[in-house]
């Protein structure tokens, strides 16, 4: 497998694939989802061939794009990944559950899927490399249902010394078309930002197509296996919710109104919302859990805990994310 840097290929400078890599394959699961599609879009700007995975029955409608081949499955149904993985060089793992109240919505993609997938790989005669992207959220494993279940999922991964596997460990995505941060952009964008528990907290940010960069980085045969990575989008300390405001304000070019939303108020919007969701039968995303995870004080990647990816940098700073966010 060959991959050439080359600045002039995209205009970001990551990759450009020769005539040799026309057979290279990547499976990919997630692939309807707001991470996963951004990091399709990546590898097929590569000229990679990607076999991704889509749930037929989820509703999602999964894209179309020349050297893309979607296979119908589920993380819980093993035929399907062995059909997925099938003759695929690497394998990057971008499902999982991200809404839910309780454990048990989480468990089944989280922890359940990630096993079948690493005994899918591991029974392959081929054995592909393995991405799995887990979150931040792993390290504090007690704070939520979510977070414990993505440090299982990293706990099952890196138990496996016969596989060749990497993690990633990605702070807040944003990024145009992501569903779950798009009421904080558009209560930004109409002059208002929430800030919950005390609004002192601190966070990391990565860019969702800095994110797939990255992904495509990994694949591109940096030998990164057997090491967990806390991406970001360079900026060492992270954001506070001022820093965020402030650069709103910037693009915007109003005032952005910084408003914290004290913990007991988050708990019983929370509890709302998980009630609202419950009689329609929707998945809701704020619960306890959520508001937990929103009033931890510290989410700032750990430069000590991977930093850059043998070389990797980010290329979207805070203040183009949010313009390519709001359509700037
Ligand atoms: N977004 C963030 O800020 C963020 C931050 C850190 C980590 N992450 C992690 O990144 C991953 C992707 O997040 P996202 O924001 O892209 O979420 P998303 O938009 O909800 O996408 C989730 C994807 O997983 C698929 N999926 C869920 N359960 C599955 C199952 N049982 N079998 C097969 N596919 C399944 C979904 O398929 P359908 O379309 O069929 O539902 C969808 O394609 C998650 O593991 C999440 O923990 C996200």
């Not at 360079?234 to 001022?242: A, F």
Request: proline fraction near 7%.
């Amino acid at each position: 497998m060959t991959f050439s840097l080359n600045p002039e290929a995209d205009g970001w400078g990551i990759c450009s694939a020769r005539p040799e890599d026309a057979a290279v394959t990547v499976a990919v699961t997630g692939g309807t989802g707001f991470i996963g599609r951004a990091v399709i879009r990546q590898f097929i700007k590569c000229g990679v061939q990607v076999r991704a995975l889509f749930r037929p029955r989820s509703g999602s409608t999964p894209p179309s794009a020349p050297g893309l081949t979607w296979i119908p499955g589920d993380l819980l149904h093993i035929p399907s990944l062995e059909h997925l993985i099938r003759d695929a060089d690497a394998v990057v793992n971008c499902a999982g559950a991200i809404t839910g109240v309780h454990s048990g919505h989480f468990v089944p993609a989280n922890v359940e899927g990630v096993k079948r997938l690493v005994s899918v790989i591991s029974h392959s005669k081929h054995r592909p490399r393995l991405l799995h992207v887990s979150s931040l959220a792993a390290r504090m494993p007690e704070i939520s249902p979510y977070a414990g279940s993505k440090r299982l999922g990293e706990d099952l991964i890196s138990r496996q010394d016969a596989l060749e596997w990497t993690i990633i460990r990605p702070p807040a995505v944003y990024g145009p078309g992501d569903r779950a941060l798009r009421p904080l952009f558009e209560c930004m964008r109409r002059g208002l930002l929430l800030a919950p528990g005390t609004g002192e907290g601190r966070f990391s940010l990565i860019f969702v197509e800095d994110l797939a960069r990255a992904i495509v980085f990994w694949f591109k045969g940096v030998d990164l296996s057997g090491r967990c990575f806390e991406l970001h989008d360079g900026r060492p300390g992270g954001y506070s919710w001022k820093d965020v405001g402030e650069t709103a304000s910037r693009i915007l070019g109003r005032p952005v109104l910084r408003v914290r939303i004290p913990p007991g108020f988050l708990r019983m919007l929370a509890g709302m919302n998980t009630l609202a969701a419950s009689m329609t039968g929707m998945s809701p995303i704020l619960t306890a859990g959520k508001a937990r995870e929103l009033c931890h004080e510290d989410w700032v990647c750990c430069p000590g805990h991977g930093g850059e990816m043998g070389g990797w940098m980010p290329a979207v700073d805070l203040e183009q994310g949010l313009r390519r966010v709001f359509g700037l």
